[in-house]
């Protein structure tokens, strides 16, 4: 069986490391903020080209911390993409705003600036566009539009050219995320220095010492041992990424393009996840699953058509482009070390599912 994502294979190399990291936390006995906290704050930020980087609990408090640190709320409008995870709109609505959803461009399956800024009110506070599966969001054309942007990063450590544009950006070390800790954990890089504060208290009760409670907070903390792992993957990051672009290059070399549409390539693209499309994507996964290679269709129901999102008043052909990516979408087999007789048997299985479709 290939497996979607094979975590296991990029981290077991380093599981002594791990071991040896993680007893030094057991020893301390310092489980909460503290050094390890501290020095993986340092390194991301630094990592990342930002000032400020602050650890959170998962990826989703990363992005309702970030609205309510920069006052995003109630009575206001964030322009976001409904081709995402869900926690996406979720976190707007969280922080008490209203989620707007604009369509994607086909090509590249993000924000479709044009349509952001047709979507753009006088309550627009923030646009959040997401880098999705790895490829970085046409950052430059939506900072034209003159609107903070929050940059939904989870699923994009590593690639080209984010997070300085965002006043934040949010990260999810959910175990499958190219940058991932041994459980959930999140990040926000920052850089604005009064939002960055204001976060700092948001996610620990509005307090900065424990005994004064300056805001309505939350609790939300980037543990040690989470931080420790983080640590030790952090330097195996741009290798692991420059991996998974092989892979994505070798999918093309194999004739994949034959049988589907690939993700066109882009130098900042670090392939969260190698995602196809075709006509006959339920076709071609069910192909895969006989020959024991897993598949899935990503985000078949979009954020705008979801129960929870229904008050908003969308309807099915509301967002075109992100309807049909939701139809024809189909993750293939990628990880940081997914090797070629892999990829070769994928590659086949699809050409002769696709083949049967023709
Ligand atoms: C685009 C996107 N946003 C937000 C999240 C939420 O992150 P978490 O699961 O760490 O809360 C995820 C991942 O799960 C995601 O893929």
Redesign the pocket.
Known sequence: MIPLIDVKAQYAPLIPQLKERIGEVLESGRFIFGPEVEGFEREAAEFLGVPFALGVA??????VLSLEAMGVGRGDEVICPAF??Y??PE?IARAGATPVFADIDPATMNLDPEDVAAKITLRTKAIMP?H?FGRPAPLAALAALGVPIVE?A??AFGAAGIATTGVCS?F???PT?NLFALG???LVACTDEAVADRLRMLRFHGSLDKRTHELVGTNSRLDAIQATALRVFLPHLPGWNAARREAAARYAELGLGDAVELPADEAGHVYHLFVVRSPDRDAISARLKEAGVASAAYYVTPSHLQPAMQYLGYKPGSLPETERAAAENLALPMWGGIGPEAQRLVVQTVLAAARVAA
């Open positions: 998962n990826g989703t408090d990363a992005l995402t995870f926690a996406t976190s997401v999705l939904d989870a699923q949010t999810s070390f959910f995320k959930d954990g999140g």
